[in-house]
């Protein structure tokens, strides 16, 4: 019998972890996550996740924080490492749904890239367009975008809809679009060797 | 010429100079360029200098925009606004500035660091520091070593800005800095970094004069490590 683990999610990431954990047939997780919003206010994770421990963790023989560094400058690091907790590798969440040498290649083959999950085309809307305020003030659209060439959609699930959204947002913002399945397989192979490698 | 009218019936041009002042860092705050400009021209057609207008109508106004950015109040769209308004004061004053021919404070190099295109801070840090009368290189985004140090050396410049956004595009800063201490012009320029994953610890790390949290920490950064360096 396994030992149950508490594993502290992204809310920007709670499907696709319930998804892996379902292929995976991981009984012995439980999750919670953090609201997604702190996606835009990086600087407030460290202090949520902290929390999150402490009201927390006592309950479970393992924690794990299914975070990468998310823009936390190393500060989400400091936390992890009081409590001797580990967290996903990488820098973000691009990274660990395209796989590091994946996301390395696409981001050296053109700089300008700008980056879709099947989250971000879920809630594109409110999330880019409101959270930027472009659709109240569209003179900033190239503003924030007129360094950008393409729009690379890094799929999870393959979704014929997600699809026709990711595209029609390219246009929106003026970009090539660049579709890249990549499925649940680099996330699933993060969180193995923490979640199942049991002392 | 016509009067604008604002949503109060405010005639800029019959406000007195201390009200008017006023009234542009309301209007900057609100990211009004048309009424910036306008004022711009009215502080200019009374017989104040360029300077002048420059630090209390525009620069004033944008450190009150600063702080409540810096205290969340203020997100990226406001500030954004607020820029592009004190963009429309400038180009007014900017040429009247040239033609004083004030010598600038000092000069500075400001990029991106490669693999990183975020600019709104960089282009942020560089009005403010025109604004405080330095003249600034802005050489744009993704910028490696080598373009970084040339340059500054083509430019002779006091000062060499580095900012970077992402966690992966900060190392290499050091990279920068490591390559200046090779090529032996390092102490040649005052480092300055930023960008909102960055902290002091960072930047001692790297090895840059100063870490900057903001575009008015960079300007008193900038006036404090010219000064010492004289
Ligand atoms: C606006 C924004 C964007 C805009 C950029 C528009 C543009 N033209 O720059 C858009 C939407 C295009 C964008 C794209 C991306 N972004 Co972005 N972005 C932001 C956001 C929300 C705000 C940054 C900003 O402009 N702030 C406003 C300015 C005024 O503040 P500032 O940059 O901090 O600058 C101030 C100081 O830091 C300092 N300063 C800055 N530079 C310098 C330099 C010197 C010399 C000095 C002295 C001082 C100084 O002074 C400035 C003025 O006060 C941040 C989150 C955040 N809260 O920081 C994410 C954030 C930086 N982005 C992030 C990411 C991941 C991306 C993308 C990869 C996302 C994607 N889906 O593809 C892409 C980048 C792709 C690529 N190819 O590089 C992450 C980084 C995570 C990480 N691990 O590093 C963040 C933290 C959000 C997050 N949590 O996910 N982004």
Redesign the pocket.
Known sequence: MKKKILVIACGAIARELVRVSRLNEWQHIEFQCLPPEL?????QIPAAVRAKIKSQAGDFEKTFVAY????TGGELDKVLDEFGIERIAG??C?EFYAGSNNFKAL?NDE??????TDF?VRHFDRL?IKG?AMDRLPQLIP??????QRLVYLAQTGSQELQGLAKQYAEFLQLEYCYKFFGDDPLSECLKPALENQA | MTDEYKDEDIILSELPDNELVEQMHDDLYDGLADEIAEGTQILIDRGWSASRVLKEALVDGMAII?VD?RDGVLF?PE?LMAANAMKAGMSILKPILSETGIEPVGKMV?GTVKG???????N??GMMMEGAGFEVIDIGINIDADTYIAAAQEHQANIL???A????TMPYMKVVIDTMVERGVRDDYIV??????LNEEFGESVGADAY????AT?VDAAKALMAAAS
């Open positions: 996606h835009n206010r990086p600087e990468a560094d998310c823009g820098a973000h691009y981001a700089p300008g890239s700008f980056y879709l971000l880019v930027l503003v924030y975008f007129g360094n950008y | 600063g950015f990226v500030v400001i990183d295109i975020h600019d709104i801070g960089k942020l840090v800005g580095m900012s956004l992402l966690t992966t300055l970094v930023g960008g909102a994953p900057c949290r903001d575009a960079a």
